[in-house]
Every structure is written in C-alpha cells, then in structure tokens.
C-alpha cells in the first residue's frame, strides 16, 4: 500500500485546511485509515481514525469539534478536514492504514505533510 498525502500549507489561527491521502491497490475499501501528527521535538501522536466504510470515526480530545475525517472509497482517498485551526495544530501530518477493517494500529505510512498555523 501506498499512501501520497497532500493539502498542507500555511493559515492564518481560525481557518480552514484539507488534507487528502490518496491510496494504491485494490484494497482500501477495505482498510481503516488514520491520520497522525508531528510537531517539532514531540512524538507523533493520533488524530483521528475511520474504518473501512467510514461509519466509525475516533478523534484525539485535541481535535474532536474541529476536525472531520472522511473517505471515499470510489477515489481510494481519505481526507481530514481542519477547521478553527490553532497554532498548536502546527506539525506534519501524516496519513496511515491499517491490515484491519476497524482501526488497531497503523501498518502502512505516506510522506507528511507540513501543516502551520500562524497567530
């Protein structure tokens, strides 16, 4: 599997970014999809989560209210739509699946990409 994350850029505190994670192979449909997140000098820690048909989404404390993982399995694509960004949002994000159908731990990882958030 092969994942290519795109979307990330430079907003202003308060607005808006959507990222897009497009997978290869035939077998997303049926993979859960996550995204992740680094900032400088921390560990990559767990945004959010979607199982195969998108039915179950799991967020971050963090960012539950703000942000919206979706997918579309027609496009082998999972996005992660970020809205009232906050400084704190800065980091690279990446996008990530698993060998299950519901989310347990990440198997397959793309590039990140940069994300920041300016006050």
């Known amino acids: 599997v092969q994942l290519q994350a795109s979307g990330g850029g430079l907003v202003q505190a308060g607005g808006s970014l959507r990222l897009s994670c497009a997978a290869s192979g035939r077998t997303f449909s049926s993979r859960a999809m996550g995204w992740f997140r680094q900032a400088p000098g921390k560990e990559r820690e767990f945004v959010a989560a979607i199982n195969w048909s998108g039915v179950d989404t799991r967020y971050a404390y963090s960012v539950k209210g703000r942000f919206t993982i979706s997918r579309d399995n027609a496009k082998n694509t999972v996005y992660l739509q970020m809205n009232a960004l906050k400084p704190e949002d800065t980091a690279v994000y990446y996008c990530?699946?698993?060998?299950?159908?519901?989310?347990?731990?990440?198997?397959?990882w793309g590039q990140g990409t940069q994300v920041t958030v300016s006050s």
């Open positions: 990530a699946a698993s060998s299950a159908s519901t989310w347990t731990t990440s198997n397959y």
